[in-house]
């Protein structure tokens, strides 16, 4: 292949060919096929010489050295970290600005996706730098913070009240023991721009030339707590089981016959009501949220073919739940469905009853 596209080459120069294999003797022998023999051909007319391979031991050792070297960083060597927390109410982030021990500048901007206070935001930057720091092999840290409340905490100066702070000072007190030696000083706002311009999602006043920023999204806090949510608000099934534990009615003389004539269609069992039925068996009776997303799972989940009201009712009470909103919460979805109004026939109906329209003729007499 190479001296039919580099011919004029070949033919003005002598080839020498260094190899292991004995092609020489294979092309110039007479045992030979013929294919063989047309290779022979096409390069003779070129001046090649084969020569043996020499051996590369200097490679080989310069090779071995490179890859077994291991780099050992110098204790003296500083990482400088600047940190700063933005918390609005909208948008809540933190910038980090990190220099290495030889000068290498590393800009990062994090969104929080959790609500967070402004000295929860400084927190969690400065957590997100120290991890980040500690990933990169950094022995020595040096950091620095506008923020004096958080930096008189780490430091001892001050003490955290809240307990939300606690667990973040002990979270920060637990990763500084991966670091050698470390600080950190507090320092002006206008000291900290760059971190600060990165909070704030906007571009820095010191460096004006391009650079890559890595974003990214911080879906959960560092630390670990638990908020539950209690709803307490009453549902359509707390009659029907009030009055089938304890007999207990409504002070409303027509609520009341009317849950009793209404409650012999329900039954309770271990503390969950039933609905029954002629034809299907004891349906599960839950609440107007949970019904909708067994709605949605029904309709338009992984094996949802969005399908009409009957057969989703259907489908419904086949699986055993039952609420009492169920056709008005069915008829709702599939009409929101955005799936089915674009893949839906259009109606060719008139919106109109069509009338007669009787023409007048002048000349009739």
């Not at 090779?63 to 780099?71: C, K, M, N, P, V």
């Not at 500690?134 to 003490?159: P, R, T, Y």
């Not at 349906?283 to 997303?293: A, F, H, T, W």
């Amino acid at each position: 292949m190479a001296s039919r596209k580099l011919k004029p080459y070949c033919q003005s120069h002598q080839i020498i060919v260094r190899t292991s294999q004995p092609l020489k003797k294979i092309l110039e022998g007479k045992n030979k096929s013929s294919c063989i023999t047309d290779w022979a051909n096409q390069l003779a007319d070129f001046g090649i010489e084969y020569e043996p391979r020499t051996a590369i031991k200097a490679q080989a050792l310069a090779d071995f050295i490179a890859e077994r070297t291991i780099y050992h960083p110098e204790a003296n060597q500083v990482w400088k970290l600047y940190v700063d927390g933005s918390s609005k109410q909208s948008v809540k982030g933190a910038g980090l600005l990190i220099v290495s021990s030889t000068g290498v500048r590393m800009e990062r901007a994090v969104r929080f996706e959790f609500a967070a206070s402004n000295n929860e935001a400084e927190y969690e930057a400065l957590l997100m730098g120290l991890k980040i720091c500690h990933e990169a092999g950094a022995k020595s840290l040096s950091g620095f913070f506008d923020s004096q409340l958080i930096v008189g905490q780490v430091n001892g100066e001050s003490e955290a009240k809240d307990d939300i702070m606690k667990m973040y000072l002990q979270q920060v007190k637990e990763f500084v023991k991966n670091f050698d030696k470390f600080t950190l000083v507090h320092i002006p706002r206008s000291q900290n721009a760059q971190a600060d311009s990165l909070a704030k999602l906007a571009s820095s006043a010191e460096i004006s030339a391009a650079r890559d920023i890595i974003w990214e999204v911080l879906p959960n806090p560092s630390i670990n707590f638990m908020v539950n949510t209690i709803d307490r608000s009453e549902t359509w099934m707390e009659p029907y089981i009030k009055y089938l534990q304890n007999q207990t009615l409504p002070q409303d003389e027509n609520q009341a016959k009317m849950l009793q004539k209404t409650a012999r269609w329900f039954a309770l069992h271990e503390g969950t009501l039933y609905k029954k039925s002629y034809t299907h068996p004891l349906l599960k009776c839950v609440s107007p949220e949970e019904g909708n997303y067994i709605l949605r799972e029904i309709h338009e989940g992984g094996c949802g073919i969005h399908q009409g009201v009957r057969t989703v009712i259907g489908k419904v009470l086949k699986n055993g739940y039952y609420w009492p909103s169920l056709r008005g919460d069915t008829e709702t979805l599939i009409r929101r469905c955005p799936q089915c109004q674009y893949h839906s026939k259009i109606g060719r109906k008139p919106s109109n009853y069509l009338s007669a329209m009787q023409a007048v003729l002048p000349f009739d007499k």
